[in-house]
């Protein structure tokens, strides 16, 4: 407490000498706090863009070899089971899975038509869980209900999109629209909340990021027969507990479905194992080429984040040579310091001063100097952080432990390059140090 309180009186003793000596500690901390508060809430913006902020929602789709398999141009394999209901439970069940839904899927829908107008979006066979998974809420009308679902009823819910194409201005609750010739009654219009929604900030994003689809059109999963003539493989729609278990979570869904719902020609079971990380087929036949797998959206917002990390990692080396010199300017100043002071050292070593408690006393006036420097960095680093995102839109977040490490860092800086001038002052002669002018 003596050292850091003569620390402090040496640096108010010389105020601008010490403000200028702080200088390349305060720019080099503040650059860095700056660049990584940006990198860290461009991450999030990347995170937020592709998975939505908090809907922690992966898809598990039916793929043959490396492509998904789409029943727009296929019949149902006879080798894939459709998914029961009793697999609910054991889906929800599993690590990192919060709730799961299935449902059935066309992406291009020009067989629905309204009067005249054609319909080309998406159509969705959905189960009452459906809506609450994905993000939708009913805005206008109602939502699906359990007598829909029991009694077979052709009913339909569209999105904004869908029915602004098929119904203009009219109000489409009670309209009635064809689905492979087969009539249904407009019930409800969804609309995903804001919480699925990507944060557009520029055309680049726009392009990357935002829904252009034609709309949806959604029915119960009940009465997905009765226009596509077929009983399909679902896709599952898995809502994990947290964002970071979406890979998790998807994997583990992915890997359920297709050890229980793959069937050999003979109608057994297909039974899958695990070698090198791979998941790996245990039979030869037409199952084979089958498997379940999750659209990892986490590892793809890290792939970007990897990106846009890989040039902001070179600005902060840039900026840490700022604090190379500011730790040379340190190591200059204290060894003025010494110089300065050489009747003192020699009078407090002739009075019996050990060589550790002079070399504490200018160690920890260095590491005072460069953590108070550091200090002002944090702060100014945060305020230019908070200036960049109000003038150009840019997102940052705050880091918390860049912000701790960085003191640190200052503190160390302060130590490494004081030892220099400190061990100096403590190998002093007191007879040479009380006769030098």
């Known amino acids: 407490m003596e050292n850091i309180r003569l620390a402090f009186q040496g640096i108010w003793a010389h105020k601008m000498r010490s403000v200028l000596t702080m200088l390349g500690i305060i720019i080099g901390i503040a650059s860095i706090i700056t660049i990584v508060s940006t990198i860290k809430g461009t991450n999030e913006q990347i995170k937020q863009n592709l998975i939505g902020s908090g809907s922690n929602v992966v898809t598990v789709q039916l793929?043959?070899?490396?492509?998904?398999?789409?029943?727009?141009?296929?019949?149902?394999?006879?080798?894939?089971?459709?998914?029961?209901?009793?697999?609910?439970?054991?889906?929800?069940?599993?690590?990192?899975?919060?709730?799961?839904?299935?449902?059935?899927?066309?992406?291009?829908?020009?067989?629905?038509?309204?009067g005249s107008n054609r319909f080309s979006g998406e159509t969705y066979g959905v189960d009452s869980a459906y809506f609450a998974v994905s993000g939708y809420d009913v805005t206008y009308g109602r939502n699906f209900t359990k007598h829909d679902f029991e009694a077979f009823q052709k009913v339909a819910i569209v999105d904004t999109k869908a029915a602004s194409a098929m119904f203009g201005l009219d109000y489409p609750v009670g309209k009635v629209i064809e689905i492979k010739g087969e009539p249904f009654t407009v019930v409800g219009v969804a609309e995903r909340n804001s919480s699925f929604a990507p944060t557009i900030n520029s055309y680049e994003d726009y392009y990357m990021y935002a829904d252009t689809t034609a709309g949806a059109v959604f029915i119960p999963n009940t009465v997905w027969p009765m226009a596509f003539r077929f009983d399909e493989p679902q896709n599952v729609a898995v809502k994990a507990a947290r964002t970071d278990d979406m890979t998790k979570a998807g994997q583990a869904v992915a890997d359920l479905l297709t050890s229980t719902q793959l069937m050999s020609a003979s109608g057994s079971q297909v039974q899958i194992g695990e070698e090198n990380g791979q998941m790996q087929e245990k039979n030869d036949g037409p199952s084979g080429q089958f498997s379940y797998r999750s659209q990892d959206l986490l590892q793809q917002a890290r792939q970007l984040q990897e990106m846009s990390n890989a040039a902001n990692q070179q600005l902060i080396w840039i900026a840490s040579i700022s604090l190379l010199v500011g730790g040379i300017g340190v190591m200059n100043i204290m060894l003025v310091s010494v110089t300065e002071r050489t009747n003192e050292i020699g009078l407090k070593k002739a009075l019996g001063a050990k060589k550790r408690r002079i070399r504490g006393q200018f160690l920890t006036e260095a590491a005072v100097l460069t953590s108070l420097g550091g200090l002002i960095g944090v702060v100014l680093g945060v305020g230019l952080a908070q200036l960049i995102s109000y003038s150009n839109g840019i997102p940052v977040a705050i880091s918390i432990p860049a912000i701790f490490i960085s003191v640190i860092f200052s503190m160390v800086i302060g130590v490494v390059f004081g030892m220099l001038p400190a061990v100096k002052a403590a190998n002093m002669s007191p007879i040479e140090a009380l006769n030098r002018d």
């Open 63 to 114: 793929y043959q070899d490396d492509t998904a398999f789409d029943m727009t141009y296929n019949e149902p394999p006879a080798e894939v089971r459709v998914i029961d209901e009793s697999m609910r439970a054991q889906l929800e069940q599993l690590d990192g899975v919060e709730k799961v839904s299935f449902y059935n899927f066309r992406n291009w829908s020009d067989f629905i038509r309204a």
